[in-house]
Every structure is written in structure tokens, then in C-alpha cells.
T-cell receptor, first 115, second 111 residues
Framework: EAGVTQFPSHSVIEKGQTVTLRCDPI?????LYWYRRVMGKEIKFLLH????????ESGMPNNRFLAERTGGTYSTLKVQPAELEDSGVYFC?????????????FGPGTRLLVL | LAKTTQPISMDSYEGQEVNITCSHN???????ITWYQQFPSQGPRFIIQ???TKVTNEVASLFIPADRKSSTLSLPRVSLSDTAVYYC????????????FGKGTRLSVIA
């Protein structure tokens, strides 16, 4: 079974540019999460999809971040325009919806550097 | 959410048993204790989860005393490949709730 995949693995952009990160969850997992770790900080929750619906987006830092999950399969996280403080590692995780205490499976992350 | 406290770092020689203790004094009745492992350049990976007493799987054991205010992750006979950051998480970690990560414990295994 394929795990959670993320693309790209690394991205270097200039301040003000736009970047789109993609996450492909494990097939059949309805729950999809985005997390990020900025330099020197802890991994922080950004938002949670159940299928194509945003269940919780309380962790999104501001309106420069837009997440979508059209069709309830893969998800994209767009940062527009990117700022220096957006640099960090963005993780995606997925889990099944119908199993209590189901663990979350993480992807390898996308390393974003904004110059 | 219950706050967790764990050592910042630990060193161990290969072949030793490593115990990492996590304090969670404000744990709620519905909270579970979950440990994740993170290797460099990878996402966190679930290791073990428990509610009380002892849980063991092929990777580790988790010891939880009766008051549940702390827990200990035990890694038997560590190898170099166990070098990673270990996170203790406490919460109602059902399949549809976000995880709350702390700083974790950086374990370094040396030959």
C-alpha cells in the first residue's frame, strides 16, 4: 500500500511569489490534515479535511493560505503571496474516518524556503 | 489540551534499553497517550498508543501508571537506526482530531 505522498519535496521561491503544495493521501482515507513546522518551532496543525469539506481550519495562519481538496482525494495548499516567515516544512497526514483512535500517517513533507 | 513535558535530548549506546518519560499532569479522562517517532527529513510516524497500564508492540512498550500523570516509552536494545525525535502526545486522538506536538525528545544512539 502506498503511503502519503507530497510534492514537491523542496521549493525555493522569492518573497511575493506563489507556491502550491500537493498531498496525495492513502487511498480510502477520508481525513486529510496539513501541518507545518517553521524553523525552531514545533509542528503545528493547519487544517483538517473530511473528504472534500474543511472540518477545522483554525490553524491556518492568515488568508494568504488556501487549501483545497476537490473530489475528496488529493489536496493542495497554496501560499499567495509567500512571505519570509512561511519558510518551513509542510506535512500532510491522512487517516480513516470510521475507526476510533486511528493513527495518522504522515508524508515526508515539503521543505519551503522563501527568500 | 494536556501539556506534556519530556526531556529535550538523550544519548544511548547501541544495544541498551532506552526509557523516555513524559509528564502530563493535566491529562483528561478521555485522553489517550500516543508516541510518534520522526527521523530526519521524514514525517512523524506512529509508534504506540495507550490509555492505562502497559501496551507492547513489535517496536516499543508503553508504561502508564495508575494516575496516568506520566508515561514511559521503552525501546528495547536500541540500534543506530533508532536515532530520531520522539514525541509524546496526549489528547482525544480519535481519527478525526488534530495532533498537538510538543518539542519532543531527540534520541541519539551511538556505537
Amino acid at each position: 500500500e502506498a503511503g502519503v505522498t507530497q510534492f514537491p519535496s523542496h521549493s525555493v521561491i522569492e518573497k511575493g511569489q506563489t507556491v502550491t503544495l500537493r498531498c496525495d493521501p492513502i487511498s480510502g482515507h477520508d481525513n486529510l490534515y496539513w501541518y507545518r513546522r517553521v524553523m525552531g518551532k514545533e509542528i503545528k496543525f493547519l487544517l483538517h479535511f473530511v473528504k472534500e469539506s474543511k472540518q477545522d481550519e483554525s490553524g491556518m495562519p492568515n488568508n494568504r493560505f488556501l487549501a483545497e481538496r476537490t473530489g475528496g482525494t488529493y489536496s493542495t495548499l497554496k501560499v499567495q503571496p509567500a512571505e519570509l516567515e512561511d519558510s518551513g516544512v509542510y506535512f500532510c497526514a491522512s487517516s480513516q474516518a470510521d475507526r476510533y483512535q486511528e493513527t495518522q500517517y504522515f508524508g515526508p513533507g515539503t521543505r519551503l524556503l522563501v527568500l | 489540551l494536556a501539556k506534556t513535558t519530556q526531556p529535550i535530548s538523550m544519548d544511548s549506546y547501541e544495544g541498551q534499553e532506552v526509557n523516555i518519560t513524559c509528564s502530563h499532569n493535566n491529562i483528561a479522562t478521555n485522553d489517550y497517550i500516543t508516541w510518534y517517532q520522526q527521523f530526519p527529513s521524514q514525517g512523524p510516524r506512529f509508534i504506540i498508543q495507550g490509555y492505562k497500564t502497559k501496551v507492547t508492540n513489535e517496536v516499543a512498550s508503553l508504561f502508564i501508571p495508575a494516575d496516568r500523570k506520566s508515561s514511559t516509552l521503552s525501546l528495547p536494545r536500541v540500534s543506530l537506526s533508532d536515532t530520531a525525535v520522539y514525541y509524546c502526545l496526549v489528547g482525544d486522538h480519535s481519527g478525526n482530531t488534530p495532533l498537538v506536538f510538543g518539542k519532543g525528545t531527540r534520541l541519539s544512539v551511538i556505537a
